[in-house]
């Protein structure tokens, strides 16, 4: 669009492509929780034994994608991809392990 005076339509596109992309993103985010919310609790359970908390954080960030600022998406992706996945996943840690860990008071 390098022709003068199309930087409103351009702009137009651009909200537009955004808004459309929110609505995929949100639709999908509550379709998989629809899915969740059917799976019995002691099925959840024993996924939670078996899934790599490198998994788990990437499920995670799909899930909070539509819910963020793209900047922070793109902060968060960097760390869990480029860093916490890999690490996680050569050590083969499982989620069960943070999930009986005590939670301290107060932080």
Not at 9 to 22: I, S
Not at 29 to 55: M, V
Request: hydrophobic share 40%; no cysteine.
């Amino acid at each position: 669009m390098a022709v003068k005076g199309n930087k409103k339509k351009a702009e137009g596109l651009l909200l537009e492509a955004r808004q459309n992309f929110e609505l995929a993103a949100n639709a999908q985010a509550e379709e998989e929780l629809i899915i969740s919310a059917h799976i019995p609790e002691e099925e959840k359970a024993e996924d939670n034994d078996q899934i790599l908390f490198a998994d788990f954080m990437l499920d995670w960030l799909e899930i909070v994608r539509p819910s963020i600022e793209l900047t922070n998406y793109i902060s968060y992706s960097n760390s869990v991809k480029g860093r916490i996945v890999p690490y996680f996943k050569e050590k083969g840690i499982t989620f069960r392990i943070f999930t009986n860990m005590p939670i301290p008071n107060g932080r």
